[in-house]
DNA sequence: TGGCAGATTTTA
DNA sequence: AAAATCTGCCAA
């Protein structure tokens, strides 16, 4: 894997999400560095998506998704869990990636602490566990992922194409026919 | 100002 | 199937 590079957020959304799938996200905390292999995103757009948080325009909650790409969106789901976001388009569009579902590649022991599960696979598959397993908390909301203690990975060559799986995202109610949902073929 | 739906997870 | 319980939107 390879840091990212601004170039890498100049192409569309859809793009940048299929982009993610075989790169790292990696959080280095106090306790210590949790990491996970990147198998799972949602694209979610500013233009004929009333999915996304960006539908209506800017708020509190959803300032960052506007702000620069390279960054984190990172909010509260049903008022207690964190979804863990890569803002993706030009400052100011509103566009993002979420990341739903890793698999834990370095600090497996601590995952398991934060996280109370026997089963491996079900460490980080979903985007409230992996945000408990690695320890993402609402004050990386806006924070520079190629820099400080949350960082993102790119994966040296992109998945192929027939690597990848699309469908329809999970746990929406509107705009359900996008295929914006991007899976890791196993 | 209140009610409700929502990019979820866990337990019964 | 239901609870936990924050945020934003829309109706009074």
Redesign the pocket.
Known sequence: VRAPRPADFARPTVEVARLLLGGVLEHAGAAGTVAGRIVEV?A?LARDDE????A??P????TS?FGPPGHA?V???????V?F?VVTAPRGTGE?V?V?ALEIVEGEDLARAR???RRRA?LAN?????C?ALDIALAADGSDLSGGALRLHLPRAPLEPAQIEAGP??????SVDLPLRFRERV
Request: charged share 25%.
């Open positions: 949602e979610y999915a996304s948080h960006s209506r325009g708020t509190r909650r959803n998704m969106y909010y509260l789901c049903y008022g207690l869990h979804c976001n993002a979420l739903r996280r109370r599960t079900n979903g985007p409230g566990k992996l408990a995202r999970v746990g929406i109610t509107r």
